[in-house]
């Protein structure tokens, strides 16, 4: 995860840890421990090189930094998600 540093956390959630549910898009929550100055572009560098990776499948990134709003899905990612 250099895009965001080492010292940042990912953890997979939604419907790709159910290994019932049929295709879907990769969300990831990316959380950083220091503020971030500017995130949407580093939010879709993140997406775009894990995208590339992934035979160019759909992929969310959700940021947290302790600048950034905390919203419900970040809690929701972070009670249902599996860290990576």
């Given amino acids: 995860m250099e ?5 940042a956390t990912v953890r997979l ?3 790709r840890l159910d ?3 049929k295709g879907g ?3 990831l929550l990316v959380e950083i421990p220091f503020p971030v100055a500017d995130p949407a572009p ?4 993140i997406a ?3 995208s590339r990776a ?7 990134v959700v940021l947290a930094a302790p600048n950034l709003m905390s919203l419900p ?3 929701v990612a972070r009670r249902e998600g599996c860290l990576l």
Avoid: Y
Wanted: charged fraction near 30%; avoid cysteine.
């Fill in 13 to 15: 959630f939604g419907s």
């Fill in 19 to 21: 290994d019932a549910a």
């Fill in 25 to 27: 898009d990769v969300d």
């Fill in 42 to 45: 580093l939010v879709a560098r």
């Fill in 48 to 50: 775009g090189r894990i």
């Fill in 3 to 7: 895009q965001a540093g080492v010292a």
């Fill in 54 to 60: 992934l035979d160019s499948r759909k992929v969310d």
């Fill in 73 to 75: 899905i970040h809690e």
